[in-house]
């Protein structure tokens, strides 16, 4: 029944503070995510997103609470394999090809050399795979970066802020990946701070000064503020929370 | 976990440019201050203490003359390549992925240090390959005996050439981490290596207390060790080789900066928040 329980769910944050500098950047954060959905951690610079990200892989310390990803408390051995992450600036070695950079990275996963092909293609850089990852445009670094991520096949992707700098072709692109990772069961994190890849998403979380402020799908975030689009249903979100009483 | 993660450390380290960088300058420096210089020296002709005497340079001298760049210039390289491996980990944000996509952080430190420690390996053998063939073309050219070295004698001063490199790898390596970048923390060795050490050993036979410190230093120590294996060598200059504490304290000295430095290491890997 607890196994159960816990595999329903791909990500359970409980309670989770993380103070940085005497100062709460993540405070009282209760968040579950449903295995296999594709989920929008949305809100502006400074909200608290990555840190959030950074507590579910387990390299951020917290403060207060505890954060379970696929089973496992986050970081944990048993939960590291089971977890593709992508920071937010590019993590790839400038100075080996991409090629190298996923041939090392499946190394270290124990994930078979065939795989290095797929995720190359997967992030449609087949025909830069042989190039030193220095000499790649930001978008073309950041698709590496996503590729790594792809290597193992997790079951949870947590990808901060992976469509930035990237042209719109290419955004459709991976939007339609996550989307059909997730229909394959895969659970993807996304955050952003742009709202308009935010209707893409089964669920938005919305986070505001280290709180989340909304969690629910796009549709029923749109029903409930009477709002024409996420951005103006953010701000109403917002607003509410800061009406007096 | 940890061969696998020995077996990537491995891959990347061969297919980075700046390893090659590092081994080849430090092959080229070895040949040229170890044997090239001190045999121009030796034909100039040169009299007196401190000249140049031709058996220093020839095959049988291998043991101490192929020794010699490796306490000071041949570990501020080492340096270089220490905090080079471990600070571009931190340059490139490269840490995070590796900390959170399996091997624990344990790890991944002992896998970089176990192949770096691998490398330098490589690289001791391949120095003294080098300094074999230079020293003899000096035999032939001159004329002298090309009778090789002692097995023995040879393999303890490669053992001891491996000692004292993975020691300034390590100290590479602290200083990426405590700094968690890659440039103040190369400068910062080679600050150390080259002229804090330098200046200590200078002022030291002056002022008591200094003399204490100098004792304790890691490239005193490395010089002490390269001094206790044989008679002083042909140097070019300012290799840092001089007895200044008996071989085995030198020994245990260079042996106890390893495992600190890696300790250090460790701990603040495991411990510290991966920025």
Same mark, same amino acid.
């Given at each position: 029944m607890i196994i159960q329980h816990l595999m329903n769910y791909a990500v359970e944050v409980r309670g989770l503070t993380v103070v940085r500098g005497g100062r709460a950047v993540v405070e009282g954060v209760d968040l579950v995510v449903p295995a296999g959905t594709l989920v929008g951690l949305l809100g502006p610079s400074g909200a608290g997103k990555t840190t959030l990200m950074r507590a579910m892989v387990g390299v951020q310390r917290i403060s207060a609470g505890s954060v379970t990803v696929v089973g496992h408390p986050a970081g944990s051995p048993g939960a590291r394999p089971l977890v593709g992450y992508v920071t937010q600036a590019p993590a790839v070695y400038g100075d080996l090809t991409v090629r190298e950079n996923l041939a090392y990275f499946a190394s270290i996963l124990g994930v078979s050399g065939t795989r290095v092909g797929a995720a190359i293609r997967e992030v449609s850089l087949e025909g830069r795979a042989e190039d030193r990852v220095g000499n790649l445009s930001g978008g073309e670094v950041s698709r590496v970066s996503l590729a790594t991520a792809l290597l193992a096949s997790p079951p949870l992707l947590i990808l901060d802020e992976p469509t930035v700098g990237l042209d719109p072709l290419l955004r459709e692109d991976l939007w339609s990946l996550f989307a059909r990772l997730a229909a394959e069961g895969t659970t993807v994190l996304v955050s952003s701070h742009a709202m308009d890849e935010a209707r893409r998403c089964q669920r938005l979380v919305l986070l505001r000064a280290g709180r989340v402020v909304a969690d629910e799908a796009p549709t029923a975030l749109l029903r409930r503020t009477g709002a024409s689009d996420l951005d103006r249903a953010f701000l109403q979100v917002v607003r509410q929370l800061e009406q007096p009483g | 976990m940890m061969l696998r993660s020995y077996r990537s450390e491995l891959y990347k380290l061969r297919k980075r440019p700046a390893t090659w960088v590092v081994f080849g300058v430090w092959l080229v420096l070895m040949l040229v201050f170890t044997y090239l210089f001190p045999y121009l020296s030796y034909r100039s002709g040169k009299s007196g203490a401190d000249a140049i005497k031709l058996p220093n340079l020839l095959p049988a001298a291998l043991p101490t003359q192929g020794l010699l760049g490796y306490a000071v210039w041949g570990g501020s390289l080492i340096v270089v390549l220490g905090a080079l491996t471990l600070g571009s980990e931190y340059g490139w944000g490269t840490l995070k992925t590796m900390l959170s996509n399996g091997p624990g952080r344990l790890t991944v430190f002992c896998a970089q240090v176990a192949a770096m420690f691998t490398s330098l390996a490589g690289?001791?053998?391949?120095?003294? $390959?080098? /300094?074999?063939? *230079?020293? $003899? @073309?000096? =035999? *032939?050219?001159?004329?002298?005996?090309?009778?090789?070295?002692?097995?023995?004698? #040879?393999? #303890?001063?490669?053992?001891?050439?491996?000692?004292?490199?993975?020691?300034?790898? #390590?100290?590479?390596? @602290?200083? =990426?981490?405590?700094?968690?970048?890659?440039?103040? /923390?190369?400068?910062? +060795?080679? @600050?150390? @290596?080259?002229? $804090?050490?330098?200046?200590?050993? =200078?002022?030291?036979?002056?002022?008591?207390?200094?003399?204490?410190?100098?004792?304790? !230093?890691?490239?005193?120590?490395?010089?002490?060790?390269?001094?206790? !294996?044989?008679?002083?060598?042909?140097?070019?200059?300012?290799?840092?080789?001089?007895?200044? $504490? +008996?071989?085995?304290?030198?020994?245990?000295?260079?042996? #106890?900066?390893?495992?600190?430095?890696?300790?250090?290491?460790? !701990?603040?890997?495991?411990?510290?928040?991966? !920025?």
């Open positions: - | 690289l001791v053998v391949v120095a003294f $390959v080098c /300094s074999a063939l *230079a020293s $003899v @073309v000096i =035999a *032939a050219s001159t004329g002298a005996s090309i009778a090789g070295p002692a097995a023995f004698a #040879l393999a #303890l001063s490669m053992a001891v050439a491996w000692l004292i490199l993975c020691m300034w790898c #390590l100290f590479g390596v @602290v200083l =990426a981490i405590v700094i968690r970048g890659t440039a103040l /923390s190369v400068g910062l +060795g080679l @600050v150390w @290596v080259l002229a $804090v050490e330098n200046i200590i050993r =200078a002022t030291a036979s002056s002022v008591p207390v200094i003399a204490g410190i100098e004792k304790a !230093l890691p490239g005193v120590n490395a010089g002490s060790l390269v001094a206790a !294996l044989g008679t002083p060598a042909a140097g070019s200059g300012g290799d840092g080789v001089a007895a200044v $504490v +008996g071989g085995g304290q030198a020994a245990i000295v260079v042996a #106890l900066y390893l495992l600190l430095f890696g300790a250090v290491g460790a !701990l603040l890997l495991r411990r510290r928040d991966v !920025l």
